[in-house]
């Protein structure tokens, strides 16, 4: 299908840059035409409480804020505003994309008031939609769009999503698990469930307390998890140490996990996600899924890192899955391509 030719006034043609914003719950990424990507940060604002004034400072943003999660000393208070892909905290998500969308200014030169398209998950509410426009629009967006997040990841993936073709796609972030079914550039299908990767930290956290009776901070899990995580048992041995505070005695102990430790504990999610890719499989329109047979499944967001994913989802559901190129990239990417088309509010807009 051809691409439509965007009609847009002169006064909007003149201040016309797309800027799409992918504001996860573990990661902000801002893409513009020109500029490609104009920033990946984590998506933590850390405030410093003023004494006299009891207004709130920005003390850190982004990598440095995320550094200062669970070690903030006690002035200083580490924020995530997002959570399962929408705002938990409305004045943290506010100054955070503020401040997010001047530092990426710079790197390409976008106007304060462009036009600014962001992904939303499909089950974000009305009023969950409306908290994200409102915080882009103080953030000085001229006109904001909404894309859904599994039809801006599946652009990102190079899927044919205007095709008549059916196409499925599975984001997993840190917060929720999207699955979508695409086609004639709409969304056809599409279902989530608040389990993503965090949810796989906190398993972590959880079977070592619960084994060897030591509790790992946030951070720690997450390392462990990237480092020797698995979605399958039956992997070639891999070990590495983890640091953290015996319950007993409160002093630190180390102890040491296999990538089969890391499967075992993170059965529980994963299983979640699991179930979310069979239920669209069974709810997506018939002849769609006769496609997504033929054309097997992409994975994208950070999530689909997570080692032998692909080939977990396989067996399980007896279809092709594969990675997406620069999956934690997808969903921005795709949303910046469908807002320089000029498309996102015809048949894009959520
Ligand atoms: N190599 C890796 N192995 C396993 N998990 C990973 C890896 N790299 C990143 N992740 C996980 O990916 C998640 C972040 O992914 P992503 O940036 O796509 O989420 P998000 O878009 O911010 O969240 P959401 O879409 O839920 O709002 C984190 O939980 C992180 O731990
Ligand atoms: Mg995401």
Same mark, same amino acid.
């Given at each position: 299908m051809a691409t439509p030719t965007p009609h847009y006034p002169l006064f909007e043609r003149l201040f016309r840059h797309a800027v799409?914003?992918?504001?996860?719950?573990?990661?902000?990424?801002?893409?513009?035409?020109?500029g490609g990507i104009v920033l990946n940060q984590p998506s933590v604002v850390c405030f410093e409480k003023q004494p006299t004034s009891g207004s709130k400072r920005i003390a850190a943003i982004g990598v440095e804020a995320h550094q200062l999660l669970g070690r903030a000393?006690?002035?200083?208070?580490?924020?995530?505003?997002?959570?399962?892909?929408?705002?938990?905290?409305?004045?943290?998500?506010?100054?955070?994309?503020?401040?997010?969308?001047?530092?990426?200014?710079?790197?390409?030169?976008?106007?304060?008031?462009?036009?600014f398209t962001l992904c939303v998950p499909a089950a974000a509410t009305h009023v969950e939609r409306r908290a994200i426009r409102e915080a882009a629009e103080a953030a000085g967006a001229w006109k904001v769009s909404l894309i859904g997040e599994s039809l801006a990841s599946a652009?990102?993936?190079?899927?044919?999503? =205007?095709?008549?073709?059916?196409?499925?796609?599975?984001?997993?972030?840190?917060?929720?698990?999207?699955?979508?079914?695409?086609?004639?550039?709409?969304?056809?299908?599409?279902?989530?469930?608040?389990?993503?990767?965090?949810?796989?930290?906190?398993?972590?956290?959880?079977?070592?307390?619960? %084994?060897?009776?030591?509790? %790992?901070?946030?951070?720690?899990?997450?390392?462990?998890?990237?480092?020797?995580?698995?979605?399958?048992?039956?992997?070639?041995?891999?070990?590495?140490?983890?640091t953290g505070r015996s319950v007993d005695d409160g002093l630190p102990r180390t102890v040491q996990l296999s990538n089969r430790d890391i499967a075992e504990a993170i059965e529980?999610?994963?299983?979640?996600?699991?179930?979310?890719?069979? =239920?669209? %499989?069974?709810?997506?329109?018939?002849? %769609?899924?006769?496609?997504?047979?033929?054309?097997?499944?992409?994975?994208?967001?950070g999530g689909a890192l997570l080692s032998h994913l692909g080939r977990r989802l396989s067996e399980e559901i007896g279809l092709d899955v594969r990675v997406a190129d620069e999956p934690l990239t997808c969903a921005v990417r795709g949303a910046g391509a469908a807002a320089a088309a000029g498309w996102v509010d015809e048949v894009g807009g959520a």
């Open positions: 799409a914003v992918d504001l996860g719950t573990a990661n902000t990424l801002i893409y513009t035409d020109d000393p006690r002035n200083l208070e580490a924020v995530r505003p997002m959570r399962h892909g929408v705002i938990a905290n409305f004045s943290a998500a506010e100054r955070m994309i503020k401040q997010f969308v001047d530092m990426a200014r710079p790197r390409s030169l976008f106007s304060r008031r462009a036009a652009l990102g993936a190079g899927l044919p999503v =205007r095709d008549a073709t059916g196409s499925m796609v599975v984001d997993i972030g840190g917060g929720t698990t999207e699955v979508g079914v695409l086609a004639l550039g709409g969304t056809a299908y599409s279902g989530s469930v608040r389990v993503g990767g965090d949810n796989f930290d906190a398993a972590i956290i959880s079977y070592v307390r619960n %084994l060897y009776g030591v509790l %790992l901070g946030e951070q720690t899990a997450e390392h462990v998890k990237r480092n020797i995580g698995s979605a399958v048992h039956d992997v070639p041995l891999e070990q590495m140490n983890a529980g999610p994963l299983r979640q996600v699991i179930g979310a890719v069979k =239920r669209g %499989l069974e709810m997506a329109p018939a002849e %769609l899924v006769t496609d997504i047979a033929h054309n097997g499944i992409v994975l994208t967001g």
